[in-house]
C-alpha cells in the first residue's frame, strides 16, 4: 500500500511538472474543396490538435484545471495545388472567472486569406527560435498571441515574455516569404499579424494592457463578490481602453478588444444604473462603432 501511495505522488508529480499548458480544440473544415482527400484535413486536424495540446510552451508550472482553453477553427476555402490552401483561422482563448462557473473569452482573433503549404503527415514544429516552415511558424505565433493575452489578465503586463517570442517569430521568417502575407509591415490590415504583436508591445499600447488585468482581475473575478464595484472597476479599464482608442487610431487591438467582450459588457451593464450604462455605451460606438447597434439594450 505505501508503495502504491509512493509511486501515485512520483506520477501526479511529474505530471504536475510537465502538463502542458494548452487545452484547444481544433476544427478544419473545407466545404468547398471537391477534389482533394478529405483525409488530407482530418489529419491536418490531428496534427495540429496534437501540436497544441502536447508541447510544453513555458517553463511554468501547469495543473490541469490551469490549463488555457480555447478554439483554432479553420475553413479550407480554396485550393491552389494539392498541396497548398486559402484559408480562414479564427482563434479564440477563454479563461476561467474566479469564485464562479462562468469563463470568459480573452482572445477573439480572425485571420483570414492565410496561405498554408500542408503535406499530409508532415509534421508541425515549435517554431519559437528559428524558422522551419510557414505552417510550424504560424502556429507556434497562435500559441504565443494565446499565452500572451492569457498571461496579461492575471499580471500586469504579465504576457511581456510571450508577445516578445511572437514578434521574434516573424522577425524569423525569410523576408521572401512576408510579403503580403501578414508577416511585414507593408500590408493595410491593421489586424496583421506584425501590427497586432507591435500594437501589443508598442508602449502607447501600456494602458490597454494594463486594463485587460484590471477588467479581469480585478473586476471579473470579484463580481460575484460585489457586482457594483467590480462594475466601477470595469468602466475604469474600458475607459482606459478607449482612451487608447483616441490616442492610438486604427489600432487592430482595440477592435479585438470589442470583438471579445462586445456580448459580455453588455450583458453586465444591463444591471448598471443609467448613468453608467450611458457612458459605458458611448464609449463602446466610439471604438465599435460597426456593431453599434447591439449596444442599444444599454443605451
Same mark, same amino acid.
Given at each position: 500500500?505505501?508503495?502504491? &501511495? @509512493?509511486?501515485?505522488?512520483? $506520477?501526479? @508529480?511529474?505530471?504536475?511538472?510537465?502538463?502542458?499548458?494548452?487545452?484547444?480544440?481544433?476544427?478544419?473544415?473545407?466545404?468547398?474543396?471537391?477534389?482533394?482527400?478529405? /483525409?488530407?484535413? *482530418?489529419?491536418?486536424?490531428?496534427?495540429?490538435?496534437?501540436?497544441?495540446?502536447?508541447? !510544453?510552451?513555458? %517553463?511554468?508550472?501547469?495543473?490541469? &484545471?490551469? /490549463?488555457? %482553453?480555447?478554439?483554432?477553427?479553420?475553413?479550407? /476555402?480554396?485550393?491552389?495545388?494539392?498541396?497548398?490552401?486559402?484559408?480562414?483561422?479564427?482563434?479564440?482563448?477563454?479563461?476561467?472567472?474566479?469564485?464562479?462557473?462562468? /469563463?470568459?473569452?480573452?482572445? +477573439?482573433?480572425?485571420?483570414?486569406?492565410?496561405?498554408?503549404?500542408?503535406?499530409?503527415?508532415?509534421?508541425? *514544429?515549435?517554431?519559437?527560435? +528559428?524558422?522551419?516552415?510557414?505552417?510550424?511558424?504560424?502556429?507556434?505565433?497562435?500559441?504565443?498571441? $494565446?499565452?500572451?493575452?492569457?498571461?496579461?489578465?492575471?499580471?500586469?503586463?504579465?504576457?511581456?515574455?510571450?508577445?516578445?517570442?511572437?514578434?521574434?517569430?516573424?522577425?524569423? $521568417?525569410?523576408?521572401? &516569404?512576408?510579403?503580403?502575407?501578414?508577416?511585414?509591415?507593408?500590408?493595410?490590415?491593421?489586424?496583421?499579424?506584425?501590427?497586432?504583436?507591435?500594437?501589443?508591445?508598442?508602449?502607447?499600447?501600456?494602458?490597454?494592457?494594463?486594463?485587460?488585468? %484590471?477588467?479581469?482581475?480585478?473586476?471579473?473575478?470579484?463580481?460575484?463578490?460585489?457586482?457594483?464595484? @467590480?462594475?466601477?472597476?470595469?468602466? @475604469?479599464?474600458?475607459?482606459?481602453?478607449?482612451?487608447?482608442?483616441?490616442?492610438?487610431?486604427?489600432?487592430?487591438?482595440? *477592435?479585438?478588444?470589442?470583438?471579445? !467582450?462586445? !456580448?459580455?459588457?453588455?450583458?453586465?451593464? !444591463?444591471?448598471?444604473?443609467?448613468?453608467?450604462?450611458?457612458?459605458?455605451?458611448?464609449?463602446?460606438?466610439?471604438?465599435?462603432?460597426?456593431?453599434?447597434?447591439?449596444?442599444?439594450?444599454?443605451?
Amino acid at each position: 500500500m505505501k508503495y502504491l &501511495l @509512493s509511486l501515485l505522488i512520483i $506520477i501526479t @508529480s511529474v505530471f504536475k511538472l510537465t502538463a502542458q499548458e494548452l487545452n484547444l480544440t481544433v476544427k478544419v473544415i473545407a466545404p468547398r474543396i471537391t477534389t482533394a482527400d478529405p /483525409k488530407v484535413f *482530418q489529419t491536418l486536424e490531428q496534427e495540429i490538435f496534437n501540436f497544441y495540446n502536447n508541447t !510544453k510552451w513555458t %517553463e511554468d508550472e501547469f495543473e490541469t &484545471l490551469e /490549463k488555457i %482553453e480555447g478554439n483554432i477553427n479553420i475553413t479550407i /476555402k480554396e485550393e491552389v495545388t494539392p498541396t497548398v490552401f486559402k484559408a480562414d483561422f479564427s482563434v479564440q482563448a477563454i479563461r476561467p472567472v474566479f469564485n464562479s462557473n462562468y /469563463k470568459t473569452q480573452i482572445l +477573439n482573433y480572425v485571420d483570414n486569406g492565410v496561405t498554408i503549404t500542408y503535406r499530409e503527415l508532415q509534421p508541425i *514544429q515549435n517554431s519559437f527560435n +528559428n524558422y522551419i516552415d510557414p505552417l510550424s511558424s504560424l502556429l507556434t505565433f497562435y500559441s504565443y498571441l $494565446i499565452l500572451g493575452y492569457d498571461y496579461d489578465t492575471y499580471a500586469p503586463f504579465g504576457g511581456d515574455d510571450h508577445f516578445k517570442t511572437a514578434r521574434g517569430i516573424i522577425s524569423n $521568417i525569410p523576408q521572401s &516569404l512576408t510579403n503580403g502575407t501578414g508577416w511585414d509591415n507593408k500590408t493595410t490590415d491593421n489586424k496583421s499579424r506584425f501590427k497586432i504583436i507591435e500594437d501589443l508591445l508598442n508602449p502607447r499600447s501600456r494602458p490597454y494592457r494594463q486594463a485587460l488585468y %484590471e477588467y479581469h482581475l480585478k473586476s471579473l473575478d470579484n463580481m460575484q463578490a460585489d457586482a457594483n464595484k @467590480s462594475r466601477a472597476v470595469m468602466t @475604469s479599464a474600458i475607459t482606459a481602453v478607449n482612451q487608447v482608442n483616441s490616442a492610438y487610431i486604427n489600432s487592430g487591438i482595440i *477592435q479585438m478588444f470589442c470583438d471579445a !467582450k462586445r !456580448k459580455e459588457i453588455i450583458e453586465i451593464f !444591463k444591471g448598471a444604473g443609467r448613468g453608467d450604462q450611458a457612458k459605458i455605451y458611448q464609449m463602446m460606438v466610439k471604438m465599435d462603432p460597426a456593431r453599434a447597434n447591439e449596444y442599444n439594450e444599454i443605451k
